[in-house]
């Protein structure tokens, strides 16, 4: 696992579970690149609860290099139910879709 602070996901939010969550910006390279655990904070909930939002990369083997991680936070897009986050490295485009949180 390789950790690392993308400083332009701090402060985006998405919805998920019918609750909104702010991301830290503190994202986990998993899997060799495989999966993103991010961690984010609920923002509209007075205890506001902390959890790690787990996304997936869309087109497997295409992934980051953890060896090279850098800060590539591209955008988040949503697709109906559907959410993304874009990851954008030179002239390559990763697409990952939030598939589960946990609550930590």
Known sequence: ?????????EGKELRYNDNTWELTGDVAVLDRGDR???EARQ??????????????????PASLNPGALGDHFDRL????DD???????EGRTYRYELRRM???
């Open 102 to 104: 946990e609550y930590k």
């Open 43 to 60: 923002v509209d909930d007075v205890r506001h609860q902390t959890a790690r939002l787990h996304f997936g990369v869309e087109s497997p």
């Open 1 to 9: 696992m390789v950790e690392a602070h993308w400083g332009n996901l």
């Open 36 to 38: 993103l655990a991010v």
């Open 83 to 89: 959410q993304y986050l874009v990851v954008k490295k």
């Open 77 to 80: 897009e949503k697709a109906g």
